[in-house]
């Protein structure tokens, strides 16, 4: 079965490689990677080392998540989780105190939905990392994000006086 991966892993480089327009020897070159080695992936030969696959991954500007998926080194579903958590720590949009909480609250509702997490349980900052969630909670600290309020007519403002407490922007 390792083979089949491999070679879909090769194949899935080739078609990335020849749709960035990228020669054989040039993508070697930008990924740092022998000429005859990467020929080899892409053959279904070899089964490259997740630091190569990074490599491949940066030089074709590709995610790195889905090569190690394709090469059987990561799970589907933990692909899907490192794509969420790379989401959340690249969005601009918010403070790093609001990216902690987000991923915190991410890590919680995983846990208690029965998924294991990629900081995984025995991690002691994923520990502290949910005190600290419960001691927010618990003292009631501001943790908005400053949303733009629902102004459709099924928003909390729609008459039903759900908003009428909320300060008018």
Known sequence: MAS???????EYLREQRRSAQLSLRQLADAAGVSNP?????ERGLRKPSAEVLQQVAK???????????????????????LETRA????DPSI???????LLQIYESFRKENGFETAAGSDDP?????????DAVIAAGED?????AP????????????GGADRPSH
Request: hydrophobic share 40%; aromatic share 2%.
């Open 87 to 90: 989401v959340i720590i690249a």
């Open 125 to 133: 900052d994923a520990a502290d990392a949910v005190e600290d969630v």
């Open 37 to 41: 080695y990467l020929s080899q992936i």
């Open 59 to 81: 030089a074709l500007r590709i995610s790195a998540e889905t090569l190690y998926v394709r090469a059987g080194i990561l799970d589907e579903r933990d692909r899907d989780e």
């Open 150 to 161: 629902d102004t459709t007519a099924e928003g909390p403002s729609a008459g039903d006086g």
């Open 95 to 101: 403070t790093e105190r609001q990216k902690a909480v």
């Open 4 to 10: 089949l991966n491999v070679g879909n892993l090769g």
């Open 143 to 147: 943790i908005r994000m400053d949303i």
